[in-house]
């Protein structure tokens, strides 16, 4: 099957094969029809930690067998993300827990005082208005709203655990992560580095923009990271207009 789908290439599967002919193979060795794919049944695993949760729950969902020789062949047929039909999930937090040694109280100040200021709020409203535009589904929150939740933050809280609770393929299934916003504070699993800790709380921060989906909230989180590193507005403005953005 691997042998054909590397000659077929981007050419996918001749026209007038039936949709119901089960000819695409799984990462379970399983064989899935075009159907099954183009309703979701047969998906590209973008979210290993999910699609195992998926696994372990016998879920009425399968990942595509996308080795490299195939990628080409399964992107002709409109293969989906696992991450891209993933609805929103429900967010489950643990009791609060002591912070990792590392962290002092300076360094939530200096992460609350940065997300209370302005300039990062138009920052941030900048870099989810240009994701927006290339990410179709993503709608960014207006920039008072933005501001309203980034000054209804009052504190970081370390907690004993981060999940995230979806349904998918018939199952409801428990994704362990590693941070979530939750109104007035937020909640983060215990980081070994400062780096880590700057990764998770950006991904808390991107979901508070509005970044429902996995995809939506890895790339905005990339995009806000540099922010934590600008000591001045002007910092700030050098990074959005590299990045093509003007205030």
């Not at 062949?73 to 293969?79: R, V, Y």
């Not at 939530?108 to 409203?125: H, P, S, W």
């Not at 709608?139 to 008072?144: G, K, M, P, Q, V």
């Not at 000054?151 to 979530?180: H, K, M, W």
Request: net charge neutral; glycine share 8%; hydrophobic share 40%.
């Amino acid at each position: 099957m691997r042998e054909a789908y590397q000659q077929r290439g981007y050419a996918g599967l001749p026209p007038e094969l039936p949709d119901t002919i089960r000819c695409l193979l799984g990462r379970d060795y399983n064989l899935c029809s075009r159907r099954d794919l183009r309703e979701g049944r047969l998906v590209d695993d973008d979210f290993p930690a999910l699609s195992a949760a998926l696994a372990d729950a016998h879920a009425n969902i399968g990942f595509a067998d996308a080795s490299e020789g195939s990628r080409g062949f399964f992107q002709a047929l409109g293969l989906k993300r696992l991450t891209s039909i993933a609805s929103a999930p429900r967010l489950s937090v643990g009791t609060e827990s002591k912070p990792p040694a590392w962290f002092q109280s300076r360094h939530a100040e200096l992460i609350l005082n940065l997300i209370g200021r302005e300039d990062f709020c138009r920052a941030v409203d900048l870099l989810a208005y240009a994701h927006q535009r290339e990410s179709e589904g993503f709608r960014a929150i207006s920039r008072s709203e933005l501001s309203r939740r980034l000054s209804a933050i009052q504190r970081i809280a370390f907690v004993t655990g981060v999940d995230r609770i979806y349904t998918l393929g018939g199952e409801t299934v428990t994704v362990t992560t590693e941070a979530g916003a939750l109104g007035d504070h937020i909640a983060l699993r215990p980081m070994r580095t400062k780096f880590e800790f700057e990764q998770s709380l950006t991904y808390a921060l991107a979901e508070l923009v509005g970044a429902v989906k996995v995809t939506d909230a890895r790339r905005l989180s990339v995009a806000i990271l540099p922010l934590l590193i600008c000591e001045t507005s002007a910092d700030m403005l050098a990074y959005l207009e590299r990045q093509g953005l003007a205030q």
